[in-house]
């Protein structure tokens, strides 16, 4: 880590250098860039669900090589894009020679970028609020070979304008992009360097710090115990958006070396817990099924390139999309202080409505899930279920997930039912999983286990659904697990 302080933020939107000093780290790029006169990127939710102000970095994807990915602006703190190239709608024409802000530069049709010309072409853009935010994830997918329904899966039409849009992305969906974008991937870098940035205003001081290896995020740790860690924002970016919380000091997890590994060995695999979802979607398909259909449904794409599997268990909410899946699959977390590195269940680190099992100046390292099933397993059964208002991009009333094992006279050798939004932690339902060994898998074994499962848990009434309804659900989800996985 730099001892020094810098007073400024480097970084490019739209292939134009820029230095900014004296603004918040924890000001949002969505707010950056309206009040630079960048106004093409729209504000729409602020919460990161209607893609209106999606722009696209240059990161690091799945296969390490640089991809350019599509996020909201609104979930991103400034700070996190230092060093990085930001790429607008309103900067994408082809030809385009970058000008400050204010002045525009009149655009031709043969300018356009094949993704906006397609838009204009199949009349994809009706009142035009959404459709900067449509194009920018175009063009991400465009790049990767993938512009299609899932593309665009984090993007709202309100003026429910998706046939013209889905044949835009159709029309570019067989191109071979030959441009200045493509050339530009080849020669650009992900990696993110060290960064200690400090910035006055209003008699008040903030830091924003960016290590690249945990022995300096401890060190920083034990400067700054008040400190907040920071990884994707995707949660801690919404009291930014929404300036509901001060943040003096910010440490950014998301360019530590030991925090961005996924390590295989026959027994295992250890995920790192700053590695984005976008790649353990990739890398890690079919090997947990459970877990593939869970971040399936885990928000939207311009989410999955930023959240992160540490920060979706130490947020401890106890609606959080994974934790049931994780307890399922028995994982197991690393965590790293300044006495040294342990191993804990996590079944044991959610202690309460919104606490952990985190010590001071401790972090979360890696998730570790077992490959291997229980000794005599014939047959592993594990799926995971998501409730919601909507498919995708929402929370959860109810999240499930379960794992049996039973061997060859089909008798359960194994159970563990995890559960989301039914307590004030993820929850196992322990006394059902006890219940369960040695019987049967068949349905009447599942309607025996009923009752149990009714009484399992105490969830709260909200707006989302009642306590009634989330107890009903506890039981169905299970009794549709048996149907599916009989």
Known sequence: MPQQLDVQLNFTINGEPVSVEDLSPAMTLLEYLRLSGRAGTKEGCGDGDCGACTVAIVGAGADSQPHYQAVNSC???LGAVAGRQVWTADGIAQGRIAKTPLVKEPVTADQLHPVQAAMVETGGSQCGYCTPGFI??????????????????????????YLPIRRAAQMVAEAAPQDRFAEHLTSASPELAPLAYTTQNNGSSERFYRPTQLSDVLDLLQQHPDATLVAGATDL?????????????LISLEAVTELKQIHHTEEAIEIGAAVPLSHIEANLHGLFPSMDEMIHWFAARQVRNRATLGGNIGTASPIGDLPPVLLSLDASLKLAGSGGTRTLPLADFFLGYRQTALQPSEVIV?????????????????????????????????????????????????????????????????????????????????????PLLQEA???????????????????????????EFP
């Open 366 to 450: 890696s998730v570790t899930i077992s490959k291997a099933p229980a000794p005599g397993t014939a047959r592993r059964l594990a799926q995971s279920y998501k409730i919601g208002k909507r498919g995708t991009d929402d929370i959860s009333i109810v999240a499930a997930a379960f794992a049996v094992d039973v061997d060859g006279d089909n008798r359960i050798l194994k159970a563990r039912l995890g559960y989301g939004g039914v307590a004030a932690t993820p929850a196992r339902a322990i006394a059902v999983e006890d219940f369960l060994v040695g019987k049967p898998w068949t349905m009447a074994t599942v309607q025996a286990a009923k």
């Open 457 to 483: 848990f105490t969830p709260l009434t909200d707006l989302r659904g009642s306590a009634e309804y989330r107890k009903r659900l506890v039981v169905n989800l299970f009794e549709k697990f048996f149907v």
């Open 237 to 249: 970016g919404l009291e930014m958006s929404w300036h509901r919380q001060h943040y003096p000091i």
């Open 75 to 77: 979930l991103i703190p």
């Open 136 to 161: 920018m994830s175009l063009f991400a997918a465009y790049y990767d070979g993938t512009p299609d329904d899932l593309s665009v899966e984090g993007n709202l039409c309100r003026c429910t304008g």
